[in-house]
């Protein structure tokens, strides 16, 4: 009877630790990291962090980290595309990514050479890896009541390079150059940046975005609680069992 139980015991073991072993990925470990965005100009020089402005719908820069925008991300490798950025500490409430929604006076979501149609930076619902403009689920849209598309998984990113580069996708699944330009210490995106000068004739300043890295976790660590609270039971029940397998038969 004692070795019933000792040997129901250890099944249990076996099964538990045979589970946990299958749900361990094949492949490297992803990375989850948590960033600030910086913008660059042309020479290289950074020009301030990206920042929420409690005014207006896109965000501005500012000379420091402190208050800057910080967002979260995962990788499998040291880079990817069509990634998602999370938002921690971000004004714009209610959507949960960072990524580009159409801008109020542009004339259709698509963007390109000699259009002046440009794009906010702002919190959106999540839309599909490689989908085309989406519309209703963005922070712009729902604090103006005007219905602007905006597309989430967005991001280009390497983190040994610590660039960030958005791609935005037209209606027609096309993929012009998205470029990134500050007017009046604001951050827009466009597909042409003499073209939205010449519609809104004031300062452009062309910039690229890059990161500066707070941390850099494993996603196995960021895991290992939940690993854990499987593992604890079967250990338990292999401690319980001890005393039975001393006893004779």
């Not at 409430?93 to 990524?99: I, V």
């Not at 604001?186 to 707070?214: C, K, N, R, W």
């Not at 290992?224 to 069992?241: D, H, K, M, N, V």
Request: include cysteine; charged fraction near 10%; aromatic fraction near 10%.
């Amino acid at each position: 009877m004692n070795h019933k139980r000792a040997f129901s015991g250890f099944s249990f073991l076996i099964v538990t630790l045979v589970a946990l072993d299958l749900a361990t990925p094949a492949s490297a470990t992803p990375v989850d990291y948590r960033a600030v965005i910086t913008a660059q100009n042309g020479a290289g020089a950074t020009l301030g962090y990206v920042a929420d402005d409690p005014a207006y719908w896109t965000p501005l820069l500012t000379p420091t980290s402190v208050g800057a925008l910080i967002v979260d991300f995962r990788l499998d490798g040291t880079s990817g595309s069509q990634i998602n950025l999370t938002p921690e500490n971000s004004l714009e409430a209610g959507y949960p990514y960072f990524g580009l929604v159409e801008g109020r006076d542009s004339t259709s979501p698509d963007i390109g050479p000699g259009s002046f149609n440009y794009l906010y930076l702002g919190n959106t619902d999540g839309t599909a890896p490689g989908s085309t403009p989406q519309l209703g689920g963005n922070y712009f849209s729902a604090a103006t009541g005007l219905n602007k598309a905006s597309e989430s998984a967005v991001w280009t990113i390497d983190v040994n390079a610590l660039t960030l580069d958005p791609v935005w996708i037209n209606s027609d699944s096309s993929t012009p150059t998205t470029f990134v330009f500050l007017q009046s210490n604001h951050v827009y995106g466009g597909g042409d940046p003499a073209a939205f000068f010449s519609h809104f004739p004031a300062p452009v300043t062309d910039v690229t975005l890059h990161l500066e890295i707070l941390s850099a976790t494993p996603a196995s660590v960021a895991d290992f609680s939940s690993t854990w609270t499987l593992l604890l039971p079967a250990l338990t029940a292999l401690f319980c069992l001890r005393p039975l397998l001393r006893q004779p038969a």
